[in-house]
């Protein structure tokens, strides 16, 4: 199975911060990459698919990169809101699907 | 308005068995891919199974004979059915529907909590 490692677990940071967050996989998954924000006791939000590609709705302060083993998420100027947990899930091989660890994103 | 609705859950013993239902509104319920996924808590994701339109499923290696999902287009709704339950099965499971062409989970229920417990 393709492992899914995310960096760092935890970050802390301020609004109007920039924050990037990484994806490494453990063999190539080409684009097969996407992104989610949770928060607690919700359900998961898809932020980014195929890598790089923005979810309808949602705001353009998020975007992805990548292809291969590693991505990035970056959120350009953090909003209040964001302060979230945030997951990569491959779907290259399939099956099965795998997620990331989760990072932490908190206030600081 | 697009939704997923899961009921179902609740606390079995070890080695009982339950049954999740999902519900889908708001869309061609047919014409989707859907799977489950479930997160202990404070824990991480863990993809449970998948259902492909033409009804062929899949399932990781965790719950390979004992989990069983189905659907019924008609009703609109998603099933799994969990036998020989075990602790390490406790967590909230989420309905998921796929992002045609992206292997993303772009439509989520709100999750229904299974504690399994003696």
């Known amino acids: 199975d393709i492992q899914m490692t995310q960096s760092p677990s935890s970050v802390s940071a301020s609004v109007g911060d920039r924050v990037t967050i990484t994806c490494r996989a453990s063999?190539?998954?080409?684009?097969?990459l996407a992104w989610y924000q949770q928060k607690p006791g919700k359900a998961p939000k898809l932020l980014i698919y195929?890598?790089?590609s923005l979810q309808s709705g949602v705001p353009s302060r998020f975007s992805g990169s990548g292809s291969g083993t590693d991505f990035t998420l970056t959120i350009s100027s953090l909003q209040p809101e964001d302060f979230a947990t945030y997951y990569c899930q491959q779907a290259n091989s399939f099956p099965p699907i795998t997620f990331g660890q989760g990072t932490r994103l908190e206030i600081k | 308005e697009v939704q997923l609705v899961e009921s179902g859950g609740g606390l079995v013993q070890p080695g009982g068995s339950l049954r999740l239902s999902c519900a889908a509104s708001?869309?061609?319920?047919?014409?989707?891919?859907m799977h489950w996924v479930r997160q202990a808590t404070g824990k991480g994701l863990e993809w449970v199974s998948a259902i492909g339109t033409a009804g062929d499923t899949y399932y990781p290696g965790s719950v390979k004979g004992r989990f069983t999902i189905s659907r019924e287009n008609a009703k609109n709704s998603l099933y799994l059915q969990m036998n020989s339950l075990r602790a390490g099965d406790t967590a909230v499971y989420y309905c998921?529907?796929?992002?045609?062409?992206?292997?993303?989970?772009?439509?989520w229920g709100q999750g229904t909590m299974v504690t399994v417990s003696s």
């Open positions: 195929a890598a790089s």
């Open positions: 998921a529907r796929v992002l045609p062409y992206s292997r993303a989970f772009d439509i």
């Open positions: 063999q190539g998954i080409s684009s097969w």
């Open positions: 708001g869309f061609t319920f047919s014409s989707y891919d």
